[in-house]
């Protein structure tokens, strides 16, 4: 059996050219143009002395498995190089704009990209910078807010005209200036598109109020990825127990939403399907915001929704791969986001780790109960390290915490998300999704605070 396929249905081909994007662009933001460019010439040498020799060997009518290995690494650095060539260009960029803007405090004018949160004894916020007094054009950069309990109030999509002062982040932060603006000055409401979302958002906030803490927090948390009514002991008490991952919108949300599409438009043809799959995923990510963990889940079953109309296997892996180059050439940055590495372990534990770990584990347990525990346990195992890095202790118990909560997930989720789209039109029916939504979420922080509380949690 080739190497590019140790086992059924594994196809490894492009996973070279991911981790390859992956490392040269996560170097490649934090450095200067002209390292950057040393670096694509040297890819292509590479890839020009890989292309001999495999021509040579065609040539030659060598047929061994050794080529498929050769052409997967010449793919791998012609993708990296021309990866890294946009990071170049992109970087230089953005160094000319953060030389211009750093220390300065004009007017700017802002759109919050997601509600700000508490920080400290104000509020800190992702958002567009759209305008500078005096720099002519329009700006998009992404940028962190920091500002007063007043921008607690405001919604998702709000534009804000306020006197600021720029200061500039690291060369591979994500973010490329922070903003710091204690005063609002004027406030547009969000318009289009961003004003339904932050009405649906805004509904199940308010549909949650009546809630215990719990399910006031954790059921837009679940549903929306909102956790500003997250009560903070229950959210010390889930990262202990690495149950934080519930309320980060991912590609658990993403699965489920297509799994239930899917199922509900069986009598459809696929070309319908799929259609309908993509309208679904980009409605979806733009209701929870498009974060690192989101976006990945959205292009890999977007990838997984054309394998579907084309008639091909779909298979994760190739997806997962596509789905990292895509977002990386989309937005270098995103390599040393936590989220998307977190979100890109976690999956590639799921599909290479969990089915072996169930087929052992079903051996002495009932299939289901293996394929419970299988899937924590691949999925905390490729995630450690990274997980590390952001608080240096293990979970324990995150593993059996993972299994008492997951039966209550998959309805949490639904329930959830339900409520917040029947808020607007069905009041009483999105009650009552939310209502069940909260059963749900006090079992899951009855399940978090038991297992902190054990000796030896973290």
């Known amino acids: 059996m080739s190497p590019l396929y140790p086992g059924a249905g594994l196809d490894l081909r492009l996973v070279p050219a991911a981790a390859l994007v992956w490392l040269v662009c996560g170097w490649g933001v934090g450095v200067g143009e002209n390292a950057g460019w040393a670096v694509v010439l040297g890819l292509l040498v590479a890839a020009a002395a890989g292309l001999r020799r495999l021509r040579g060997r065609v040539l030659a009518r060598h047929r061994r498995s050794g080529n498929e290995l050769l052409a997967a690494g010449v793919l791998a650095l012609l993708v990296a190089a021309l990866v890294l060539g946009t990071v170049a260009?992109?970087?230089?960029?953005?160094?000319?704009?953060?030389?211009?803007?750093?220390?300065?405090?004009?007017?700017?004018t802002v759109q919050l990209q997601r509600e700000a949160r508490p920080h400290e004894d104000g509020a800190i916020a992702d958002a567009l910078l759209l305008e500078v007094e005096g720099r002519a054009g329009e700006l998009r950069a992404p940028v962190v807010l920091l500002g007063g309990p007043g921008w607690l109030d405001l919604p998702f999509g709000a534009q804000v005209r306020t006197s600021a002062q720029l200061v500039a982040t690291a060369a591979g932060d994500d973010r490329v200036l922070l903003v710091i603006a204690d005063s609002i000055?004027?406030?547009?409401?969000?318009?289009?598109?961003?004003?339904?979302?932050?009405?649906?958002?805004?509904?199940?906030?308010?549909l949650c109020a009546d809630l215990p803490p719990a399910g006031r927090g954790l059921v837009p948390g679940?549903?929306?990825?909102?956790?500003?009514?997250?009560?903070?002991?229950?959210?010390?008490?889930m990262r202990t127990v690495s149950l934080t991952h519930l309320t980060a919108i991912s590609g658990a949300h993403v699965a489920l939403l297509l799994a239930v599409l899917m199922v509900l438009l069986l009598w459809a043809p696929r070309w319908l399907r799929a259609g309908l799959g993509v309208v679904a995923l980009v409605a979806f990510v733009a209701l929870v915001r498009p974060e690192g963990s989101v976006l990945r889940a959205a292009v890999m079953g977007g990838v997984l929704l054309l394998g579907l109309v084309l008639r091909r296997p779909r298979s994760g892996l190739p997806a997962l791969a596509v789905a990292v180059v895509v977002l990386i050439a989309a937005d270098p940055w995103i390599t040393r986001s936590y989220g998307f590495a977190l979100s890109v372990l976690a999956t590639g534990g799921l599909l290479l780790l969990a089915p072996p770990l169930a087929t052992w584990l079903s051996r002495w347990l009932p299939t289901p109960l293996a394929a419970a525990i299988a899937i924590p346990v691949a999925a905390q195992l490729t995630c450690l390290p990274v997980l590390l890095l952001l608080q240096p202790s293990l979970p324990v118990y995150g593993v059996l915490a993972n299994v008492l909560a997951a039966p209550v997930v998959a309805p949490a989720t639904v329930l959830g998300v339900s409520a917040a789209l029947l808020g607007p039109v069905a009041p009483t029916a999105a009650?009552?999704?939310?209502?069940?939504?909260?059963?749900?979420?006090?079992?899951?922080?009855?399940?978090?605070?038991?297992?902190?509380?054990?000796?030896?949690?973290?």
């Open 89 to 108: 260009v992109r970087g230089s960029a953005r160094a000319e704009l953060v030389a211009e803007l750093d220390g300065a405090s004009p007017a700017v």
């Open 222 to 237: 679940i549903a929306l990825g909102d956790t500003r009514a997250l009560p903070a002991a229950l959210a010390e008490d």
């Open 431 to 458: 009650a009552a999704c939310v209502q069940g939504a909260s059963w749900c979420a006090e079992w899951i922080a009855v399940v978090a605070r038991a297992c902190a509380a054990i000796p030896g949690a973290g």
């Open 185 to 206: 000055g004027s406030v547009r409401a969000p318009d289009g598109w961003r004003a339904q979302v932050a009405s649906i958002r805004a509904g199940l906030a308010e």
